[in-house]
T-cell receptor, first 114, second 113 residues
Framework: RKEVEQDPGPFNVPEGATVAFNCTYS??????FFWYRQDCRKEPKLLMS?????NEDGRFTAQLNRASQYISLLIRDSKLSDSATYLC???????????????WGLGTSLAVNP | DGGITQSPKYLFRKEGQNVTLSCEQN?????MYWYRQDPGQGLRLIYY???????QKGDIAEGYSVSREKKESFPLTVTSAQKNPTAFYLC????????????FGEGSRLTVL
């Protein structure tokens, strides 16, 4: 099993739709989790951190399910500008403050259509 | 505006030549990283540095070298020993070595002919 797995997609959704992605991780001791967004041929940018209690930022909601070892990202009212690849990032290190241990998923591609 | 600047954006080189990719940040971040991104693979860490004059190998350091003589600068040299150098190279920084929030430069696309 891969350390971090994502459905590569692509997810094609109409504007205004709600879409959700999951990301599974293999190390049950993983401490911290993040969603990054990467536009085509550009650099990744942090979208949001994923807290145990869940995290909401406008149209975006991230959740963590430790029992089933996955994190999710929900996008409501999709916009054309949401089209991008969404990267799941997991820090498996017991010392959560160690960025060099980050494991990056391959990403899920989202295309929002007019 | 604070940020990370990578140069060049595009670079073509012949096999057997060393190339150096520049990375400069004015965010006053302590930690800096070099990643490589290839199609079908997640980001892979080449080298990282938590403080000036100190750096550590990442997962795929073979064929690469770095220096960290100044806090702002973390250049990466792709040597002729790197077997598959054609890739998208991303430099990143973070305030400290932890926290998970990395700021990336726009990347450098290296093509070896």
């Amino acid at each position: 099993r891969k350390e971090v797995e994502q459905d590569p997609g692509p997810f094609n959704v109409p504007e205004g739709a709600t879409v959700a992605f999951n990301c599974t991780y293999s190390n049950s001791a993983s401490q911290s989790f993040f969603w990054y967004r990467q536009d085509c041929r550009k650099e990744p940018k942090l979208l949001m951190s994923v807290y145990s209690s869940g995290n909401e930022d406008g149209r975006f909601t991230a959740q963590l399910n430790r029992a089933s070892q996955y994190i999710s990202l929900l996008i409501r009212d999709s916009k054309l500008s949401d089209s991008a690849t969404y990267l799941c990032v997991v820090n498996p290190n017991l010392n959560a403050g160690n960025n060099r241990k980050l494991i990056w998923g391959l990403g899920t591609s989202l295309a929002v259509n007019p | 505006d604070g940020g990370i600047t990578q140069s060049p954006k595009y670079l073509f080189r012949k096999e057997g030549q060393n190339v150096t990719l520049s990375c400069e940040q004015n965010l006053n971040h302590d930690a800096m990283y070099w990643y490589r991104q290839d199609p079908g693979q997640g980001l892979r860490l080449i080298y990282y540095s938590q403080i000036v004059n100190d750096f550590q190998k990442g997962d795929i350091a073979e064929g690469y070298s770095v220096s960290r003589e100044k806090k702002e600068s973390f250049p990466l040299t792709v040597t002729s020993a790197q077997k598959n150098p054609t890739a998208f190279y991303l430099c990143a920084s973070s305030l400290t070595g932890g926290g998970g929030e990395l700021f990336f430069g726009e990347g450098s696309r290296l093509t070896v002919l």
